[in-house]
C-alpha cells in the first residue's frame, strides 16, 4: 500500500526577537565599521597627501608625485634651503625616548613589585600618586617642572627634558607590570624559596621571567610616549638638539608643507617596522598578553 509523503519541509519562521538581533547585529557592525573609518581616516588622508604634487598640504591632493619624499630625504641630509636638524632631532628623541623608557622601566618594576608585596600604611595613595601623570594636563606638568627647575636652579637643560619624560612614561610601566603581577603564579616563587632560594634570587630567576610580558609592554609604551610627547618637550626642550615634535612645530609655524606628510608617513612605517621586528624576535601576543594566560 502506497503512503503519500510529502517531501516538502516547513518553512523555518523568524520570530520577531531573532529579527531584531540580526537588526541589532547589523547595527553593531556598522557602528564598529564607522568608528574604525573615522580612526583610520586621518592615516589614509596622511598618506594621500604625502603624494601631492602641490607645494601646499591639500586633500584631496593635486597630481600625484614622490617630490616630497625627496625633499624629506634632503631634510635628513640637512641640505641647504629646508629647515636644518631633522636627522639630529630623530637621533635625539631616539637617545632620550631609550633612556627615560629604561629609567621608567626599572622605576616601575621596583614600585610595582612593593605596592603587590607589601602592605603599608598611605600605600593607596602613593598609588594614586604614581598616576597622577595620567590624571593632569601634560601643559600643567611642563609649566610645573619648568617652574620647578628654574626657582631652583636645578639640574642643566638635558636632564630637565629626561625627568619630565620619565615622570610621563613613569605610570604606563606601573600599570603594565601590575597587571602582570596580579595574574602571575605565586606558588612558583614559594617553591623557589623552599628549595633555598633567597629573595633577590626568586625575584631575578623567577619573578622577572614570569612578568616579562607585561614589563616589555610597559617599555614600549614609555619608548613611544617619550617619542612623541609634544607638550613637556616644548617646556623643556634642549636649544642645541629638539625633539622630532619639537621640529615638526617649527616647520608648521614656518609653513604648511607637504613635507610634514611624508614625514609622518615615514615615522608610521617606523612604528610599524619596530612592531614587525618585535614579532618577530618575542612575539606580540606574549607582550601585549599576561604572564598568567
Same mark, same amino acid.
Given at each position: 500500500m502506497a503512503v503519500a509523503t510529502d517531501l516538502s519541509l516547513p @518553512? =523555518? @519562521?523568524v520570530g520577531p526577537r531573532r529579527r531584531r538581533l540580526d537588526v541589532a547585529g547589523v547595527g553593531l557592525w556598522s557602528f564598529a565599521g564607522l568608528v574604525f573609518a573615522f580612526l583610520f581616516a586621518p592615516i589614509l588622508i596622511i598618506f594621500l597627501t604625502s603624494f601631492t604634487a602641490s607645494r601646499t598640504v591639500e586633500f584631496p591632493p593635486h597630481g600625484f608625485s614622490l617630490i616630497w619624499y625627496g625633499r624629506l630625504v634632503d631634510a635628513l641630509r640637512n641640505a641647504p634651503g629646508l629647515h636644518p636638524g631633522l636627522a639630529r632631532s630623530i637621533w635625539f628623541s631616539t637617545n632620550l625616548g631609550v633612556m627615560a623608557? !629604561? %629609567?621608567?622601566? %626599572?622605576s616601575g618594576v621596583l614600585a610595582a613589585y612593593a605596592f603587590h608585596k607589601f602592605v603599608f600604611r598611605g600605600k593607596e595613595v602613593f598609588q594614586n600618586l604614581f598616576m597622577l601623570p595620567l590624571i593632569f594636563p601634560s601643559l600643567v606638568i611642563g609649566v610645573g617642572l619648568l617652574l620647578t627647575f628654574s626657582e631652583y636652579r636645578l639640574f642643566d637643560r638635558f636632564t630637565r627634558l629626561l625627568i619630565g619624560h620619565? !615622570? !610621563?612614561t613613569l605610570p604606563f610601566v606601573i600599570l603594565s607590570v601590575g597587571a602582570s603581577l596580579r595574574v602571575y603564579e605565586e606558588d612558583i616563587e614559594e =617553591? #623557589?624559596?623552599t628549595l633555598g632560594a633567597n629573595a633577590l634570587q626568586t625575584f631575578w630567576h623567577i619573578t622577572l621571567p614570569l612578568i616579562r610580558p607585561g614589563i616589555l #609592554?610597559? =617599555?614600549i609604551f614609555a619608548l613611544l610616549t617619550s617619542f612623541t610627547n609634544f607638550t613637556v618637550s616644548f617646556f623643556l626642550s634642549v636649544n642645541a638638539a629638539k625633539p622630532v615634535p619639537i621640529w615638526i612645530y617649527e616647520l608648521? *609655524?614656518?609653513g604648511n608643507d607637504p613635507i610634514l606628510a611624508a614625514l609622518s608617513?615615514? *615615522?608610521i612605517a617606523m612604528a610599524i617596522g619596530v612592531l614587525v621586528i618585535l614579532e618577530r624576535l618575542i612575539g %606580540? @601576543? @606574549?607582550i601585549v598578553g599576561t604572564s598568567g594566560s
Open positions: @518553512r =523555518a @519562521r623608557s !629604561v %629609567i621608567s622601566t %626599572i620619565v !615622570v !610621563v =617553591a #623557589a624559596q #609592554a610597559g =617599555a608648521i *609655524l614656518n608617513v615615514f *615615522l %606580540i @601576543r @606574549r
